[in-house]
């Protein structure tokens, strides 16, 4: 019966329109609200780290609250995977959620901290406490342990492909990866390209290995701009998590879909990658090496990222 319940309620969240509002079925989300803590467990480096914490247990989202500088903090900013488990001192029911979380911002500089506030557990102060965001993406639900046991299993909508949930369901990898590099950035990977093909075109057809060189030098401009792309995200969710910069800026590591340090370890990798390529490119000449390195417009571009990441706190939001 219980399975039957769960895809009903995920199909119901799929016609719902343009943005499904609810994670979590409400029976779950009711149980929830009657535990004053759940238990938080992150998985990260192969490592399983898990602390005891308040919840905010709201239908379209899961807030968590830890203590800043904790196993599961440093957890979660190397993988988002995590699962909480919730069980009633009575042993009437007892869940258990897999999904991704996000260490986040100081509960007071949270733009949703008035929701959330009610929630803090009496024994912790709301102002030495950091929110996890939590996307549940399975659910198992068990109630009536030891007796009549009913139990349900199943995917929610944030754990089914993006394209049947519009807005909160994953995303494949590759455009994970896609989009956290390149989103924002297309025009200047299209005028980079023309550069140089146009570049080799005035060289005309005499010179060696023309086609070869127009493939390193596409790919030391794919690879620079996609590395320095990433390093701003990931900067920008640092300060984002300092209360500085916009969740926006951060793009995919707000959501939980990669995280942190392996954005960061991307970044470096790609930079350095494109910058052995570009070096490359001077087997034809300084010239075309310069082209190479203009033609990306890192130039113009990194110094704005550089002063928009060291403001002291984010942009207002226009009407």
Not at 140 to 155: A, C, L, M, Q, S
Not at 207 to 220: E, K, N, V
Not at 278 to 304: I, K, Q, R, Y
Request: net charge neutral; charged share 20%.
């Amino acid at each position: 019966m219980w399975t039957v319940i769960l895809s009903t309620w995920t199909s119901t969240q799929r016609r719902i329109g343009d943005v499904p509002q609810d994670l979590l079925p409400p029976e779950v989300a009711r149980v929830l609200a009657t535990r004053g803590t759940v238990q938080l467990v992150a998985v990260g480096a192969g490592v399983h780290s898990s602390v005891r914490c308040g919840i905010a247990p709201f239908e379209d989202l899961l807030f968590l609250f830890i203590r800043p500088g904790t196993n599961v903090e440093s957890a979660l900013l190397e993988s988002n995977s995590a699962q909480v488990n919730a069980k009633d001192p009575d042993g009437t029911w007892f869940v258990r959620m897999a999904g991704r979380g996000v260490a986040g911002l100081p509960l007071m500089k949270h733009e949703r901290r008035l929701e959330m506030l009610p929630w803090v557990p009496e024994q912790e102060d709301a102002r030495g406490l950091i929110v996890i965001s939590f996307w549940p993406e399975e659910i198992e639900y068990v109630r009536g342990i030891g007796g009549d046991e009913e139990r349900f299993n199943g995917k929610t909508p944030a754990g089914l492909p993006r394209s049947q949930t519009n807005v909160v369901g994953a995303l494949p990898m590759t455009e994970r990866w896609r989009q956290l590099s390149f989103r924002g950035i297309n025009a200047l990977v299209v005028i980079s390209w023309a550069c140089i093909f146009l570049y080799l075109g005035v060289l005309g057809p005499e010179t060696p290995l023309r086609l070869l060189a127009l493939g390193i030098g596409t790919l030391a401009t794919v690879s620079l701009l996609g590395g320095a792309r990433l390093w701003y995200r990931a900067k920008a969710f640092v300060r984002w998590r300092q209360g500085r910069c916009r969740a926006e800026d951060a793009g995919l590591l707000i959501e939980g879909l990669l995280p942190l340090r392996r954005a960061e370890r991307a970044s470096s990798q790609m930079l350095a990658f494109g910058l052995a390529l570009t070096l490359a490119t001077a087997s034809w000449g300084t010239t075309f090496l310069a082209v190479t390195l203009a033609s990306t417009g890192l130039w113009m571009v990194w110094p704005l990222w550089a002063i928009h990441l060291a403001q002291s706190e984010p942009e207002p939001i226009e009407d």
